[in-house]
């Protein structure tokens, strides 16, 4: 049985850093693309940033600069360092695996966890 777990999050000050982890487990044969995302109160959810099993990334305008995901690939970890936290961040963050086990891929979900900026 897959498990994704987040870890990390929390309450900072403006301009503080956080930095969030996802682990996967379970009978995984690989993991291409993992995700990072984000729901503020009342808000929709919105990526906040990707990263290819190679190590591409992409990242929502309003993080570049400030945020950065990393991988690793060895303990099927994703990681999202935040620099320069402001109140807008403040949401539940949450992360996506895109996980192959055997010959399928299907996508997983972390739970969230909570980022709250205090201005």
């Known amino acids: 049985q897959v498990q994704v777990v987040v870890s990390g999050g929390g309450l900072v000050q403006a301009g503080g850093s956080l930095r969030l982890s996802c682990a996967a487990s379970?009978?995984?044969?690989?993991?291409?693309?993992m995700g990072w995302y984000r729901q503020g109160l009342g808000k929709m959810r919105e990526l906040v940033a990707t990263?290819?099993?190679?190590?591409?990334?992409n990242y929502h305008d309003s993080v570049k600069g400030r945020f950065t995901i990393s991988r690793d690939n060895a303990k099927n970890t994703v990681y999202l360092q935040m620099n320069s936290l402001k109140p807008e961040d403040t949401a539940v963050y949450s992360c996506?695996?895109?996980?192959?086990?055997?010959?399928?891929?299907?996508?997983?979900w972390g739970q969230g966890t909570q980022v709250t900026v205090s201005s």
């Open positions: 990263i290819t099993r190679r190590g591409v990334t």
């Open positions: 379970g009978g995984i044969f690989s993991i291409n693309d």
């Open positions: 996506n695996a895109k996980i192959v086990r055997g010959v399928y891929e299907n996508n997983y």
